[in-house]
């Protein structure tokens, strides 16, 4: 079984600049999570799909962060503009459902300088 | 306002010794208690735990969940120099909507 695909691996931008990221669920999972992690810390979760609605989506920065799953598949997260602070690694993650433990790819890690 | 802590915030052991890391949490409408294990990038599911005092074990590692008191332990038994990572608790809540991580437990084991 495939795991979680993420594009791109690592992203360096200037600060107001834009950027985006792919995310790839393992086939037949209904739910998708977007995670920020700072360096030191934990996984913020930003944003929940389920299928292509949003279940949670409450810590999202939603003047500048914009994510969709259109199709209920593949994920979208962006970032426009960037700022500083944006840097670290950014995590997709999916469930079969949503009260089972969550599956994570890789991650991009983005620095904004 | 919700949060999960955990201690230590990191831990030297040498192989063969047994650990117990913790979580802590205050977070409304819990419904479970999750452990993963983070090596580089990307966090392994370890167990989920919804109910007090059923411990859940696979292989060298348990863990056991006390929503009274609210915190869970992780145990690793034997360690191996494998084992060592960062571990991460999280806590879902309001039906699985929210879940919060804690800054986790980095362990180190030496050979």
């Known amino acids: 079984e495939a795991g979680v695909a993420q594009s791109p691996r690592y992203k360096i931008i200037e600060k107001r600049q834009s950027v985006a990221f792919w995310c790839n669920p393992i086939s037949g999972h209904a739910t998708l999570y977007w995670y920020q992690q700072i360096l030191g810390q934990g996984p913020k979760l930003l944003i929940q799909f389920q299928n292509n609605g949003v279940v949670d989506d409450s810590q999202l920065p939603k003047d500048r962060f914009s994510a969709e799953r259109l199709k209920g598949v593949d994920s979208t997260l962006k970032i426009q503009p960037a700022k500083l602070e944006d840097s670290a690694v950014y995590l997709c993650?999916?469930?079969?459902?949503?009260?089972?433990?969550?599956?994570f790819g890789p991650g991009t890690r983005l620095t904004v300088t | 306002e919700d949060k999960v802590v955990q201690s230590p915030l990191s831990l030297v052991v040498h192989e063969g010794d047994t650990v117990t890391l913790n979580c802590s949490y205050e977070?409304?409408?819990?419904?479970?208690l999750l452990w993963y294990k983070q090596e580089k990038k990307a966090p392994t599911f370890l167990f989920m735990l919804?109910?007090?005092?059923i411990e859940k074990k696979s292989g060298r590692l348990s863990s056991i969940l006390d929503k009274k008191e609210l915190f869970s332990i992780l145990n690793i038994t034997a360690t191996q120099t494998g084992d060592s990572a960062i571990y991460l608790c999280a806590v879902a809540s309001h039906n699985f909507n929210k879940f919060y991580f804690g800054s986790g437990t980095k362990l180190n084991v030496k050979p």
């Open positions: 977070v409304t409408n819990f419904r479970s």
């Open positions: 993650a999916s469930s079969r459902d949503r009260a089972e433990g969550q599956y």
């Open positions: 919804t109910s007090s005092g």
